[in-house]
């Protein structure tokens, strides 16, 4: 069973920064791209940014030059350095993975965690 936890969500005024991590846990042999996502009230779930096991990275043009995604393979981690928050960034954050549970495996599923609240105040 392979499982996601995300901590480093909270509260922040506008222009501060606030840092979040997404472990994955479980048996597995190895983790492709992980990603953010996120969910702000009454809107659908969106892109943040993603980032490949070789550190190819990709961001939505909203967070561009403000968050920082980055992931320690070691530690079967990603991170999301957000700073200049904006009341904007106001969302639920999920962290997910593309994960490679046996080295013959064609199919990968991929894995949400369980989210983290991000709040931004003015």
């Known amino acids: 069973q392979v499982q996601l936890v995300e901590s480093g969500g909270g509260l922040v005024q506008a222009g501060g920064s606030l840092r979040l991590s997404c472990a994955a846990s479980?048996?597995?042999?190895?983790?492709?791209?992980m990603g953010w996502y996120r969910q702000a009230p009454g809107k659908q779930r969106e892109l943040v940014a993603t980032?490949?096991?070789?550190?190819?990275?990709n961001y939505a043009d909203s967070v561009k030059g403000r968050f920082t995604i980055s992931r320690d393979n070691a530690k079967n981690t990603v991170y999301l350095q957000m700073n200049s928050l904006k009341p904007e960034d106001t969302a639920v954050y999920y962290c997910?993975?593309?994960?490679?549970?046996?080295?013959?495996?064609?199919?990968?599923?991929?894995?949400w965690g369980q989210g983290a609240q991000v709040t931004v105040s003015s």
């Open positions: 997910n993975a593309a994960v490679r549970r046996w080295i013959a495996e064609n199919v990968i599923p991929i894995y």
């Open positions: 479980g048996s597995f042999f190895s983790i492709n791209t």
């Open positions: 980032i490949t096991r070789g550190g190819s990275v």
